[in-house]
């Protein structure tokens, strides 16, 4: 699914469907339509192609078709445009210049009652998704806060979502769900914790240990870091035991709305980051600074 998501930005695609002077029967089109739609979209077969039905469209001889394209998992509904003789498909996309596309991304995601380090008014916010158990997280993690923290620190707002990745890290929505039982009383005791799980992941996910063991490890964490910042612990227990994944689940429904497929992904003012690099990363906070007249840091602090 992944792969059609990515593909769907381009402004304008023309395909031809079809050269006979026949005209075709209704099953042709549509079997033709779904060729075309898998193979420009890199479908692979367990994705099903159902075609809607034809509305009319803003451009002269040329009808609307909504095609939802699904799987086991997951569904997004596609527009393309159909030429009113069947022979020519197109994609269009509709840009409104009146508008700021980075502010209506930064928009959708929720940052009410989100943990933060940095300058809480800051003009310039990166919003991390984050999988606690994901080893280039653990990277992203060290390289923000010990690479661009020391330097953006007065000038940004850090803030992390989550994002666990359950089908290859059995233990990161729980680590997800304790750091937001810890950040609903605290917010320094979830950077802790997030600081220290994400410098130990192989210390709790000891290949070969069996999953409670891992769970136990991380509730562990939880409550170490609860106990060192003074907080409530009979009701940190009773949170870390009901593991209530609802904010988690609603964490990533906004990651998927806004395009994020894989950890680390950052939003710098709702300039997209995949990935740890760093000197991307770098170059969308200084785009950032400069778009919102944020003085950038002196030269020689800025390495």
């Known amino acids: ?47 099903n192609v159902q075609l809607g039905a034809r509305t009319p469209s803003e451009l002269t001889d040329f ?40 502010a209506e991304i930064m928009g959708k995601i929720s940052l ?22 994901c080893p280039y997280c653990a990277r992203m ?3 923000l806060f010990g690479q661009i923290y020391p330097v953006y620190g007065d000038r940004v707002k850090i ?14 929505s729980r680590a997800a769900v304790d750091s937001n039982c810890l950040a609903a009383q605290n917010n320094d005791s979830y950077w802790a914790f997030a600081d220290t799980v ?12 069996p999953l409670p063991q891992q ?13 060192k910042f003074h907080l409530d612990m009979e009701k940190l227990d009773a949170c870390l035991k009901s593991q209530d994944q609802t904010a988690v689940k609603a964490s990533v429904q906004e990651a998927e709305q806004v395009g994020v497929e894989a950890t680390p992904t950052a ?23 400069r778009e919102s007249a944020t003085p950038s840091p002196a030269p020689s602090t800025a390495k």
């Open 198 to 209: 994400h410098s130990s992941t192989r210390q709790i996910g000891t290949e070969g240990k």
């Open 1 to 47: 699914m992944a792969l059609f998501a990515q593909r769907c930005g381009l402004l304008l695609l023309f395909l031809g469907i079809g050269c006979s002077a026949q005209t075709p029967t209704p099953y042709d089109v549509s079997h033709r339509i779904e060729q075309h739609l898998r193979l420009y979209f890199k479908l692979p077969d367990q994705v």
């Open 159 to 172: 803030v992390y979502k989550d994002y666990p990745l359950d089908s290859i890290h059995p233990w990161a």
């Open 215 to 227: 769970f136990e490890a991380v509730d562990a964490v939880a409550r170490e870091q609860g106990r």
């Open 112 to 133: 009410a009652q989100r943990p933060w380090r940095g300058k809480e008014d800051a003009k310039v916010v990166i919003v991390n998704f984050d999988d606690f158990q």
């Open 141 to 143: 993690h060290q390289m």
């Open 267 to 289: 939003f710098v003012n709702g300039h997209k980051v995949a990935g740890a690099e760093l000197d991307e990363l770098r170059a969308a906070i200084e785009r950032a600074l």
């Open 63 to 102: 009808d609307t078709l909504v095609v939802t394209l699904s799987d086991a998992s997951h569904s997004q509904q596609v527009n393309v445009l159909i030429s009113k003789d069947n022979k020519t498909l197109a994609r269009f996309i509709k840009m409104d210049l009146t508008k700021d596309p980075y």
